[in-house]
């Protein structure tokens, strides 16, 4: 590894010297961020003039360069694709500079090594990857053309990938904002000018919340659960996505049933702002109950199916559930009597039925999207197995 590039870390940074605004400086979980693609919110920086100390004495990372996390997920790779200024937290973070290859293909072959790279990191309770034994890896490297070639073919699955994800954050941005005009009757869908009613959840459907346990009792039947993360991880529920299986007795499997056209919520949250978020069951679930972490509303009046799904999904609700939850620093919930309060905006059937089929044509879209994408990277991993292995050369 030592022969490619010469690896090595930076100057010790400390907590004093760190300032409001200045150049930003990098730990590990800001690289793992920045080749995910992630908003980072809390990033620190350090001051100019400390930093230009810093690049003076030991340098500084610059175009070209490439960075792998040391410690918490380790293995995470980064070229420096630009010349704006940071810098990075000792041992959190190794630098590779002055490489002798192709720094773009040396950053596909060692995130393609990820697990060998991994496999070398030391220590018990919290392992750590250091110079000493990233410059023991052996890499199988390709004449210098060829390096370029292969960077080259894979940094165009690499251009469609990035446009692809683009893509879904726009049409993402695109139907939460229809959301918010077509659900709370700010734009109405055309041909419609009934009048939408303003309703308190109380008044529209029975609302329980005492569901089962994420337990095996003996003498109890085995049942499978809806959990929270059934709820908050899907608009929409369907029997062959619940695998979790507890037991129940013969009174909670009646008291705690799930039907077709209940809607779930997650009453709870680390934060305010992440409450009442809702799914819907498309189909009767015999063997499936509830857990206690989620309310159910069964409602007594006749929705569209679809919109059920859509209908809580308002900045307005989540802004009432904000509002009226209770906690503090660990968890935040909101009562059941606080909950039954909460008021909803609903439109005749007719438009409901309207508006689910342009928000669900939407939500079509987005999957078509993401399938082309995962089908994208499935492409590129097939070609960093073949290129990067030699198990498939390329004409130069």
């Known amino acids: 590894m030592g022969e490619t590039g010469e690896l090595t870390s930076s100057k010790r940074v400390y907590a004093s010297d760190y300032v409001s605004e200045g150049i930003p400086f990098y730990r590990g979980k800001e690289i793992s961020g920045i080749k995910r693609g992630d908003k980072i919110d809390d ?47 000792d041992g959190n973070l190794i630098w590779i500079k002055n490489i002798s290859d192709d720094s773009s293909f040396l950053e596909y072959l ?22 000493i034994a990233l410059n023991k890896l052996k890499l199988i490297l390709p ?15 690499d251009e469609a990938i990035e446009k692809q994800t683009q893509l879904i954050v726009r049409l993402e941005t695109r139907k939460r904002g229809l959301m918010q005009q077509l659900l709370t009757g700010k734009k109405r869908v055309k041909g419609f000018k009934g009048k939408w009613e303003k309703v308190r959840i109380e008044d529209i459907g029975e609302i329980s919340s005492a569901g089962v346990d994420k337990k095996i009792v003996e003498g109890e039947n085995p049942i499978r659960l809806l959990n929270y993360l059934d709820v908050y991880r899907n608009d929409f529920i369907y029997s062959k996505d619940l695998n979790h299986w507890v037991t129940a007795s013969d009174d909670k ?41 989620v309310v159910r509303l069964r409602l007594n ?33 909101i ?62």
């Not at 059937?349 to 078509?368: G, M, R, V, Y």
């Not at 399938?371 to 590129?380: G, R, V």
């Open 43 to 89: 990033l620190l920086y350090i001051a100019e003039e400390a930093y230009a100390s810093f690049k003076k004495e030991f340098g500084a990372p610059q175009k070209g360069d490439i960075l792998i996390t040391a410690v918490g997920p380790i293995g995470n790779v980064l070229r420096i694709k630009d010349d704006n200024p940071f810098y990075f937290k």
């Open 110 to 131: 060692l995130s393609y090594e990820k697990k060998s790279i991994e496999s070398t990191a030391i220590g018990s309770s919290q392992k750590a990857l250091t110079i």
């Open 143 to 157: 004449p210098l053309p060829e390096q370029q070639k292969i960077a080259e073919i894979l940094s165009v699955w």
């Open 253 to 293: 499997m009646k008291k705690c049933s799930v039907k077709k056209g209940d809607i779930f919520f997650t009453p709870s949250s680390e934060v305010p702002n992440d409450i009442g978020i809702s799914a819907i069951v498309m189909e009767d679930m015999c063997d499936v109950v509830y857990s206690y972490h």
């Open 301 to 333: 009046e006749d929705w569209d199916l679809k919109y059920r799904a859509y209908a809580f999904k308002t900045d307005e609700f989540f802004k009432q559930a904000e509002t009226c939850c209770d906690g503090s620093g660990q968890r935040y919930v």
């Open 335 to 396: 009562s059941q009597s606080n909950f039954r309060k909460m008021t909803i905006k609903v439109p005749p059937i007719e438009e409901q039925t309207a508006i689910a089929n342009i928000l669900s044509a939407a939500d079509s879209e987005i999957t078509l999207a993401k399938q082309k994408l995962a089908n994208l990277k499935e492409q590129k991993k097939g070609l960093m197995q073949v290129l990067l292995t030699g198990k498939k050369r390329v004409k130069i």
